[in-house]
């Protein structure tokens, strides 16, 4: 079965199945909505594809970007073997979507929901 993994360094925090997962997160300074789409497969991540509900400090749109639905966004595919997040506890966390249901990391991390720098990676 495919899954994503949280990990703390190489400690495995939470094993997540599916074949997609969207992260979604306030932008620190402009605190404004960013969504990034990925696909999980046996020995990478893939974004296929990004949104952003605004512009500002480091927000700027991508070559081929484009705005649709009140958000820019791109189609921009690239590969990771895995995405370094870096959580803070003075700003909003990651929020995990799949299925329609989104939730903080903290949900999957249980015990470990102070844990400041996650690995996600395939599993």
């Known amino acids: 079965m495919i899954a994503a993994c949280l990990l ?27 969504e990034e789409d990925y696909e999980v497969h046996a020995d990478h991540l893939e974004l296929v594809g990004s949104r952003v509900r605004g512009s500002g400090a480091g927000m700027e749109p991508e070559d081929g970007g484009y705005w649709r639905d009140g958000a820019w966004q791109s189609d921009r595919h690239q590969r990771f073997d895995e995405l370094a997040l870096t959580r803070s506890p003075y700003a909003q966390d990651y929020e995990w979507c799949r299925d329609g249901t989104c939730r903080a990391l903290e949900h999957w991390l249980g015990a470990a929901s102070e844990v400041q720098f996650i690995g996600v990676k395939p599993c």
Not at 10 to 28: D, Q
């Open 8 to 34: 703390a360094g190489a400690v495995v925090l939470a094993r997540i199945p599916g074949e997609t997962f969207t992260l979604r997160w306030l932008h620190s300074v402009e605190h404004v909505a960013w």
